[in-house]
């Protein structure tokens, strides 16, 4: 099958920079999507990476690197409420989307 | 505009009973994903639409769920004879098109199944 693995929690302090690692099998995915998601709320889209490198939008930036099955999500200037479960999920090339287990950030003041 | 909407926002039901959850997507987005989410747990492809018909059926974790699409538009989620273990959010989500496209979620339609 199409794994990903995510780290199950992290903590991080405001202000601070955290980032969160995104690992998966090499031979599927056609791009990385990122999804925030609140607790009792549905996901929001953040970022989707088809491309190699670092794409930057405000605090949030994403990286993906293809042919080692890695992508990281680079949060700055960490506000109370970034405090969430982060989504890396594979886009299998439009027939379906493989979602990890999420990592749940706390962010302590 | 309006996005995604789902109903019920939540269904509680007995072990046995059929249920039938909604979801209307965003006004001309083709593509439609269900998913589920337990407790704790990420999220569970279920079943995804291009216009009326399912490529991919895979994900529906038995044979009494079931899905249909009409009309390139309202989608249903069938879950018959529910068991206890069918608990969970149902969350459904639309995309203009099909892969590498924002994917929009609603609400979820939360089960409880007794």
């Known amino acids: 099958g199409q794994n990903i693995d995510q780290p199950t929690e992290m903590t991080a302090t405001e202000g601070a920079i955290v980032q969160i690692n995104c690992t998966y099998q090499?031979?599927?995915?056609?791009?990385l999507f990122w999804y925030q998601q609140h607790a009792g709320e549905a996901p929001t889209f953040l970022s989707y990476?088809?491309?190699?490198g670092l794409e930057e939008k405000g605090r949030f930036s994403s990286f993906l690197s293809r042919s080692k099955g890695y992508s990281y999500l680079l949060l700055k200037e960490l506000q109370m409420k970034d405090s969430a479960s982060y989504l890396c999920?594979?886009?299998?090339?439009?027939?379906?989307?493989?979602f990890g287990p999420g990592t749940r950030l706390s962010v302590l003041p | 505009g309006a996005g995604v909407s789902q109903s019920p926002s939540n269904k509680v039901t007995e072990k046995g009973k059929d249920v039938e959850l909604r979801c209307d997507p965003i006004?001309?987005?083709?593509?439609l994903y269900w998913y589920r989410q337990s407790l704790g747990q990420g999220l569970e492809f279920l079943i995804y639409?291009?216009?009326?018909?399912?490529?991919?059926k895979s994900g529906l974790p038995s044979d009494r769920f079931s899905a249909e699409r009409t009309g390139g538009s309202v989608s249903t989620l069938t879950i018959q004879r529910t068991q206890q273990e069918d608990s969970a959010v149902y969350l459904c989500?639309?995309?203009?098109?099909?892969?590498?496209?924002?994917?929009?979620f609603g609400p979820g339609t939360r089960l409880t199944v007794l």
């Open positions: 989500a639309s995309s203009g098109l099909a892969g590498g496209d924002t994917q929009y």
């Open positions: 090499t031979s599927g995915f056609n791009g």
């Open positions: 990476n088809v491309l190699d």
């Open positions: 999920a594979g886009d299998n090339y439009g027939q379906n989307f493989v």
């Open positions: 006004s001309g987005h083709t593509a």
């Open positions: 639409f291009q216009g009326n018909s399912a490529p991919d």
